[in-house]
C-alpha cells in the first residue's frame, strides 16, 4: 500500500488503514531524506537506507520516486509529509473512507504570495497618507 501511495501519490482507503499508512510512509521518507544529507565518501549508508526500506517495500519502481522525487521535494519539512482527508462511508459495508496524499509545497508559496500582496497593499496605503 505505500508503494501505492508513492507511485500515484494519492490513494483512497479506509480511515483504520490510512492512519497506519500515514505512520509507515512517513517513516520511510524521514530515512529517504537521510541520504540527501550524506555525502559521497558515505556511500554505504545511502545503500543501507534503501535496503532498509527495500525489507517492507518490494516496489523498486516506488523506490527510486521516494529516493529521487519525494525526499527531494520535503527536503526542508521537518514532518508531516501526507495528510488524510476523511470521506463518506463506503456503500457496500458502511466502513470509513479516507483519502491519504502528500502535501505540497506549492499551498505554501500561494499562502505567502497572498501576504505579500496584503504587505504591499499597507505600504501603498501609508505612502498615499
Not at 49 to 70: C, P, Q
Amino acid at each position: 500500500m505505500v508503494a501505492s501511495l508513492i507511485i500515484h501519490e494519492r490513494i483512497v482507503t479506509t480511515k483504520q488503514k490510512a492512519k497506519v499508512l500515514k505512520v509507515v510512509a512517513e517513516r520511510m521518507i524521514t530515512r529517504a531524506k537521510k541520504n540527501l544529507v550524506l555525502g559521497e565518501t558515505e556511500s554505504a549508508k545511502k545503500v543501507h537506507n534503501k535496503r532498509e526500506i527495500l525489507k517492507s517495500m518490494k516496489d523498486r519502481e516506488a523506490l527510486s520516486k521516494l529516493f529521487d522525487d519525494i525526499a527531494v521535494r520535503n527536503k526542508d519539512r521537518k514532518g508531516g509529509y501526507t495528510r488524510i482527508l476523511l470521506l463518506n462511508h463506503r456503500a457496500g459495508d458502511a466502513a470509513e473512507q479516507a483519502i491519504v496524499e502528500f502535501v505540497e509545497k506549492k499551498a505554501k508559496a500561494s499562502k505567502d504570495k497572498k501576504t505579500e500582496e496584503k504587505s504591499k497593499d499597507k505600504k501603498e496605503s501609508k505612502e498615499k497618507k
